[in-house]
Every structure is written in C-alpha cells, then in structure tokens.
C-alpha cells in the first residue's frame, strides 16, 4: 500500500541550527513529492515540489529537499533555522492512480527556540 | 497565487443537526477537490474527491451518507456533515489543484464543534 512516513515527530532546535527532517514514501509509480508547512492558526502552504529533472529542490524561505530514488527519500533540509520556522511540517506524495489525491506523513512539529 | 476559502472557518452546533462547510476555488478553476480531516497533533486524513459533475469517490471507512459532497460548480465543492455527533469534531480542511495542474491549495479549514 501507498505511504510516507515522517520519522521524527517532535524536533526542537536552536535559531541557526541545520535542520533535516526525514521522509520516506512507498509507493511503485511515477512520484511527484511535496513539502507543506502549517504555521500556528494558518492554513497549509507548499513549501517545494519535486516532479522531475534535477533532484535537489528549492522551495521558499530557504528549504530545500532532495528526492533519492534508491532510498525511497525526500529530506528536507534547512541550513539555519529561524523562531519563525516553528511549525508543523507535512510530506506528501502524489498517486496519479488515484485521481491526483495526496498521501500525507504523520507530520513533524519543529520548535525553535530563540 | 492560487487561493481557496472555507466557510465558516468555525461552527459549534447542536448533536444531531447537519453542518454545511463551503470550500471555494477564489481565482481558478477545479474539477476535483479534496477534502480531508485533521485531528489535534495529526496528520490530513483524506475522506473524499468532490468531482464536478459527478458523485464523490469516498475514502475506505468513510460513510457517504454521513458526508455528503456537493461539487456544484467549477470553484465549489460543499460539504455536510449530517446528524453531526461530538465524535464528528474536527479540524476539516478541502484542498483544490487548478484544472491541469497537480499542485493542490489548501483552504484555512472548518473547525467543528459538535456538543
């Protein structure tokens, strides 16, 4: 069956630390992967996608996420963290075979602490 | 860019009355939109895929009796919650790709309230 997995659920860093948080898919088509973010009392926003073409991704706010095929992978990755990234963070795959209705991870909470 | 609203963004209502939660497309067009549930400290639960023009496909588990879908028109999908119990509160949140794309927008969501 379909599925993505987040390993950590609860992350607390320090402004200006490196992040990474883990996430896994299972899934045998063609993989479209998303980054979402939910801030505090907002709604979810897209962070970065991967469809195709070079496998380390850009998305806003200075993420980034890199899909290894061999590893069933799509990190993201921030290099210094600010207060503001406090938030809940959601990977998500794609299942063309089903309509084009995303699988959600069990979410990451990120803290930073100021 | 893309945006979808949700109406109401709240609602607490009575155990047994049907609750009505609006999911609008504001500058683009959808055929298909998503509806999802989201418990406290957990992940989007997909219950259903409104489709314009044709019935909801429902998520294994989810009583579409209990959730009826309406894709009225191209930019809104409506969905009741009928005979509401306090198990049926929840955080739900409808998502929305503009027609031809895969990227889905997600509305602020509908926190429901039922005593």
């Known amino acids: 069956a379909q599925s993505v997995s987040q390993h950590n659920h609860h992350v607390i860093l320090s402004e200006a630390a490196s992040l990474e948080l883990g996430c896994n898919y299972s899934?045998?088509?063609?993989?479209?992967l998303f980054w979402y973010v939910q801030y505090p009392g907002q709604h979810l926003q897209l962070l970065l996608k991967y469809f195709s073409g070079d496998p380390l991704v850009k998305g806003i706010k200075g993420f980034e996420a890199e899909f290894i095929k061999s590893k069933f992978s799509f990190n993201l990755r921030k290099p210094s963290v600010q207060w503001s990234d406090t938030a809940e963070y959601f990977c998500?795959?794609?299942?063309?075979?089903?309509?084009?209705?995303?699988?959600f991870g069990q979410g990451t909470e990120l803290s930073v602490k100021p | 860019g893309a945006v979808v609203s949700q109406h109401p963004s709240r609602v607490i209502c009575k155990s047994g009355t049907s609750v009505k939660i609006e999911c609008r497309s504001l500058d683009f067009q959808a055929t298909t939109m998503f509806w999802y549930r989201q418990f406290p400290k957990q992940s989007l639960m997909l219950m259903a895929t409104?489709?314009?023009?044709?019935?909801?496909?429902?998520e294994q588990g989810v009583e579409k009796d209990k959730f009826l879908i309406n894709h009225a028109s191209l930019t809104l999908s409506t969905l009741t919650v009928t005979s509401a119990h306090p198990e049926d509160s929840s955080f739900y949140i409808c998502?929305?790709?503009?027609?031809?794309?895969?990227?889905?927008?997600f509305g602020p969501g509908t926190r429901l309230l039922v005593l």
């Open positions: 998502s929305a790709p503009p027609t031809g794309q895969e990227t889905q927008y």
């Open positions: 409104s489709n314009e023009g044709s019935k909801a496909t429902y």
């Open positions: 899934y045998g088509g063609t993989v479209n």
């Open positions: 998500a795959v794609i299942l063309y075979n089903q309509g084009g209705k995303l699988i």
